[in-house]
Structures are given as structure tokens and as C-alpha cells.
């Protein structure tokens, strides 16, 4: 006898690891409390899913044998997927129609703003899922609405937005210093809000007790519904079975060796690097991380992808077997959650950073692009979870600074309140989406929502 659903969401996710991630996650979530799920993803991704309880369905961006490598242009890329990504997505909800599960509603990347369109045009909802903090997205919609005005001298002079922290020039986002740096990237971003007005309902992956205020002095212009930290439930409230991953992966992880090699450090000792996937460090910067993971004298894992392996310096690897392991991709939930693990050097991409909230992991943040910058200063100044290396006038974080930032977070004078933070964040993360907390109950409205007779 067929399952009986409450609803029907197609979730539609930009297909990077950082953007699948918090979507699926999304999706299932949907799943645990009756609703059908069903997974859109480019032809390219979808070798990559693999799930239960939730469908995994094929779209078109145009390039199905490379996806975004075999496009090599941004701008080539998102006109293609919007062209091939609207007609197939319209082929699916239509698969759909005369089933027992029509599909009731898009949950659509905010990155895709088309998705609306079509969920508008087959007279269903539509609701736009945000994947970077409440505050990155206060200060985009302001620029796409023309409200906000840069300092002449935004170098020197903090940018003041209301609901907001006082931002300096290093704590804004590089669209905004550099804007002529990725002009593809920045149309992208203010694209999220020019059809948002359309939406039902907009999700970000945030919750209240991190960026309530944040949100709300922003939500005449931006409504959202927070409904985050988008982290597989084991590592939270654990009402999901069997949920310790994401369920996508582009890269083969080595969680087997690494837990392996883990098992055999102390408590609190081991320190876990990784830059995720889209960075690529200059040969300088790596060559200084790798110095100054040796000089700290502490155990270390650091995540570098095949292609960074020629950047290491010549002899590191040998030089530091004892102590220290490379690896070129593992599952960074599982390795954060090992009682090994004592601190996180990471770029501060909004995932990795919900990710070591969530399981209460001192951070140190070395930021080196988009929205990675503002987060870098939340870590630090606003939760009091880490620190954030300071760059040289060349951009680049020192072996200096980074041996500063190690001693301090393992055991320096702030380590203590740091931790005391880091533990904090991780059980109010964990309240949020258990049973009857803040995203738990906005997660609750959107189902009931769903239940009802879909609009014409």
C-alpha cells in the first residue's frame, strides 16, 4: 500500500557541495514530518545523492557531462541552467501532475530565482531557501533595493546598517569591496530578491537564537522564516534515523582512515583544517599554513585537494607523518564530532561555520572571499567561538599569525571563555530544532501549510 503524504516539495538546490547540502538536509527534514520530498538535481550531481526517504529526480543545466567545469563562465553557465533549468523543471512538476502526489510547492535555491517562475506558472508555491547567514542577506537586499549607502571612504570608515554590527572594511563581503572582482557572482547575489516579492514563503538557513535581530530589522524587506542549522540530525536532536550525513558528495571522502588515525589522538588535541571547496590558497598562503601547522607542535589534519597537493612544500609530508595527516576529502561532520578534534581552522563558508556551532568546535577563521569575511567576524567578535587570523598587507595569514591564533584557542588565555561559548552555541543550535524549538516550529507552519488544498 503507497505511503499517504501530507504534500508534495520539489527542493531544487544550486548544484555545488554547498548549496546540496543545506537543501537535502532541507528535504529531509520535510520527509521525517510526512511530507513527500523530492530532490531535483542536475544530471552532472546526481551520481552523487544518495539518500532514503526522499526522491532524487534529474533537471538539465545544459552541461550534463561537466556541469559548471564544462561551462569554465559563470555568466554562460547561469543562462543555460536558467534556459535548460526552467523547461525541465517544468517536464518534472508536469511528471507529477496526475499522480497521487502532485507536487504542491518549489522549495527553490535562492541562487535560482527562474524556480519561482515555474512554480508560479503550474499555480503552485513557491518558496525561496537562502544558504548564506541573515546577516549576509540583510545586506544584499538593501543594495538590491537601493538602500543602502557605502561610505566614500570605506576603507576607513564603518559601514553602519541598523540591526547590524558596526562592519569595517575587512569584516565586508569581497562583492562589496571589490565589486568589479566577480561581476557574475554580485549579479547572482542581487538576483536572490528581484521576484522575492512572488514568494509564499522565504527560508533561511540560520535560527533565531544566532541572528534574530539581524533578521528582523531586515523583514519588511525580507520575511524570512529561520529554520537552520541544516545539519544532518544526528549531530543535533537526532530525530531523523540513521541521519550522520548530508547524503551528496562531489569528491570521494576517507572518513575510515581518518577516524582510524583519530582514534589514536587524545581529547582536544588534534587540529582539523579545511578550506573547503571552492577556495584555492596561493602557493604563498599554503606554504605559511603548512609552517605554521608544523611550528605549533600540534597533532593536525588538513583537508587539500588533489589539485592543491603541488603547493605543499617540498618535504612537509615527510616531515610531519607523526604528527600530522593529509587527506583530500572526508566527511567533515564526522571528523568535527570525534573527540579528537579541539579546534577548526576554516574558511568560514556559512555551512562549515553552522557546522562547528552546531557541534561546538572553538574555531579559527582565515576568510578569503564572498561572505566568508563577515562570517570570519561573527566567530570572533559577535559569539566569542574563535578568533580570526589577521592577513599581512599582502592578504596573506602569516605563520606567525596562525601560531598565535593555534596557541591561543587550545590554550591560551581566551581559550576557556571561548570553549564556554563554542559550548553554548552547540546546545542552542540543538534547542532550535528539536521538538518545540524556534525552527522546529517554523519548519511545523510550512507543513501545515502544505496540507491544505493547493492555490489555483
Not at 543555460?80 to 517536464?91: D, I, M, P, Q
Not at 529554520?227 to 548530508?246: F, H, N, S, T, W
Amino acid at each position: 500500500m503507497e505511503k499517504e503524504y501530507r504534500g508534495h516539495v520539489v527542493v531544487l538546490p544550486y548544484p555545488s557541495q554547498g548549496h546540496i547540502n543545506p537543501l537535502l538536509q532541507f528535504a529531509k527534514r520535510l520527509a521525517s514530518k510526512g511530507v513527500k520530498a523530492t530532490l531535483a538535481t542536475t544530471r552532472y550531481t546526481l551520481k552523487s545523492i544518495c539518500v532514503t526517504n526522499i526522491g532524487v529526480e534529474p533537471i538539465s543545466d545544459g552541461f550534463d557531462e561537466g556541469g559548471f567545469a564544462q561551462a569554465r563562465n559563470e555568466d554562460i553557465y547561469l543562462k543555460s541552467f536558467k534556459a535548460n533549468g526552467s523547461r525541465t523543471l517544468s517536464e518534472l512538476i508536469q511528471k507529477f501532475q496526475d499522480s497521487a502526489s502532485p507536487v504542491s510547492c518549489v522549495v527553490y535555491d535562492s541562487f535560482l530565482p527562474w524556480a519561482l517562475d515555474v512554480a508560479k506558472q503550474h499555480g503552485i508555491y513557491g518558496a525561496s531557501f537562502f544558504t548564506n547567514s541573515a546577516t549576509v542577506s540583510h545586506i544584499f537586499c538593501l543594495i538590491h533595493h537601493g538602500k543602502l549607502s557605502l561610505p566614500v571612504n570605506l576603507a576607513s570608515t564603518p559601514l553602519l546598517i541598523p540591526g547590524l554590527p558596526p562592519l569595517n572594511f575587512p569584516d565586508l563581503p569581497s562583492f562589496l569591496k571589490l565589486p568589479e572582482s566577480y561581476p557574475a557572482y554580485l549579479a547572482m547575489k542581487l538576483s536572490q530578491f528581484s521576484n522575492l516579492d512572488m514568494a509564499d514563503w522565504i527560508f533561511g538557513n540560520t535560527f533565531e537564537e544566532l541572528e534574530a535581530e539581524e533578521a528582523r530589522s531586515i523583514s519588511k524587506l525580507w520575511p524570512a522564516k529561520l529554520i537552520g542549522p541544516m545539519v544532518p540530525a544526528a549531530y543535533l536532536d537526532g530525530r531523523i534515523e540513521d541521519d550522520k550525513c548530508y547524503g551528496a558528495s562531489l569528491w570521494e571522502p576517507f572518513s575510515e582512515d581518518c577516524i582510524k588515525w583519530l582514534e589514536t589522538k587524545p581529547a582536544k588535541s588534534v587540529v582539523y583544517v579545511s578550506f573547503g571547496s571552492m577556495v584555492a590558497l596561493t602557493l604563498e598562503q599554503m606554504e605559511e599554513v603548512a609552517w605554521g601547522l608544523k611550528e605549533s607542535g600540534l597533532h593536525f589534519m588538513w583537508v587539500v585537494k588533489e589539485s592543491e597537493h603541488d603547493k605543499l612544500p617540498d618535504g612537509f609530508m615527510d616531515s610531519t607523518k607523526e604528527k600530522g595527516l593529509i587527506v583530500t576529502w572526508c566527511n567533515q561532520l564526522e571528523m568535527l564530532a570525534n573527540q579528537a578534534i579541539g579546534c577548526f581552522v576554516t574558511h568560514c563558508g556559512w555551512n562549515s561555520t553552522l557546522e562547528g556551532l552546531s557541534l561546538g568546535i572553538p574555531m579559527i577563521g582565515v576568510p578569503k572571499w564572498a561572505d566568508q569575511l563577515t562570517d570570519a567576524k561573527f566567530v570572533e567578535e559577535i559569539w566569542g567561538v574563535g578568533l580570526r587570523a589577521k592577513e599581512d598587507d599582502k592578504g596573506v595569514v602569516t605563520k606567525e599569525e596562525l601560531l598565535m591564533c593555534l596557541k591561543e584557542v587550545m590554550d591560551g588565555e581566551r581559550s576557556q571563555e571561548i570553549k564556554k561559548n563554542a559550548s553554548k552555541w552547540k546546545e542552542l543550535a540543538k534547542q532550535a530544532v528539536s521538538e518545540g524549538g524556534s525552527s522546529d516550529k517554523r519548519i511545523n507552519e510550512f507543513v501545515q501549510h502544505l496540507i491544505r488544498p493547493n492555490k489555483k
